[in-house]
């Protein structure tokens, strides 16, 4: 065996080196998590003015590598040291180095959560090219329900990419059969998007955004039809559970929107590991199981 052979068979190796990896990924999604957002609005704007023939105000360009990374308060641009995940926050004892104002707790919690579900999706499925592909879902998934958290906003950017990435890792057979990812897709977006205009036409309000529609699709790409009666049943139980704590206990006004995507995205990725094992315990509670 090559020392790569070796190193890869022993799966606390593999863990820990997706533990480091998933550190330094969770660095670079706070900066997705922070400039999409802008960057699409910015994209917005532009269009909108064209559209309207109007001039467009002078703006600061912007994508995910520029400008580089600077604090919020005082512009001083955060040098290498003062961008290690997890470190450098202890270091600083989360303040600037500069102005020695409050560094978000958020940061190193993303970059920590990050590291820990790359390690645990390493012990889960070991070296392999399906380890490299949850990696990606699961960063997916960080990032789109962070943004959608904070802006009740899933870019394509993050889902489209995502349910395409889905169907191609079907296409040889990895997760699922082609043919269920293929209608995990399709069954995925309309059951929301049915159920988006059932409401619309009973309220006349809109219960969710079409990036819910399109984040669903992608699960079950990943996943197959199959999976989305529990994807959408965890969703919808941990939402409600959610949603009613914050109107009885913190006082949060109910007509404020509460974003579906997160408890999707949880519930997409507690499905794809533990899918069957739920299932079973449920058949096996209402004495359904065969065995």
């Known amino acids: 065996m090559t020392a790569f052979e070796i190193f890869t068979a022993n799966p606390i190796n593999v863990a820990i080196v997706c533990l480091l990896l998933g550190l330094i990924i969770g660095s670079f999604l706070n900066v997705v998590i922070y400039r999409l957002p802008i960057m699409m609005e ?35 641009s955060i040098r290498a040291w003062e961008n290690i995940p997890v470190i450098s926050y202890v270091m600083l004892r989360g303040k600037c180095s500069s102005c020695k ?7 190193p919690l993303i970059e920590l959560v ?14 392999g090219i399906q380890l490299l592909l949850v990696l990606v879902f699961t960063w997916s998934l960080i990032a789109a329900s962070v943004i959608d ?24 057979g990895l997760f699922t059969t082609l043919e269920d990812a293929l209608w995990g897709a399709i069954a995925g977006y309309l059951s929301l998007w049915s159920f988006y205009w059932l409401f619309k036409i009973a309220t006349g309000k809109e219960g969710m955004g079409y990036g819910d529609f399109k984040l ?11 999976s989305l009666p529990l994807i959408i049943l965890l969703s919808s139980v941990v939402g409600a559970i959610v949603g009613i704590s914050l109107i009885l206990f913190i006082g949060r006004d109910k007509n404020i929107p509460i ?12 499905s794809l590991f533990w899918s069957h094992t739920i299932i079973a315990s449920y058949q096996q509670a209402l004495g359904l199981s065969s065995g």
Not at 150 to 172: M, V
Request: glycine letters at 6%; hydrophobic letters at 45%.
């Open 42 to 76: 910015h994209e917005w704007h532009e269009q909108c003015c064209e559209l309207l023939e109007l001039d467009q105000e002078p703006r600061t360009p912007i994508s995910l590598s520029y400008p580089s990374s600077s604090c919020p308060h005082c512009q001083h």
């Open 101 to 107: 104002k409050s560094i978000s707790l958020r940061y």
């Open 114 to 127: 990050t590291g820990l579900l790359s390690a645990f999706v390493a012990l889960q499925l070991g070296y």
């Open 149 to 172: 958290f904070d802006h009740q906003l899933l870019p394509d950017q993050i889902t489209l990419p995502l349910l395409w990435l889905g169907l191609i890792a079907n296409a040889f």
């Open 216 to 226: 669903l699709a992608a699960l079950g790409a990943w996943m197959g039809w199959q």
């Open 259 to 270: 974003p579906f995507g997160p408890y999707l995205a949880a519930a997409g990725w507690i």
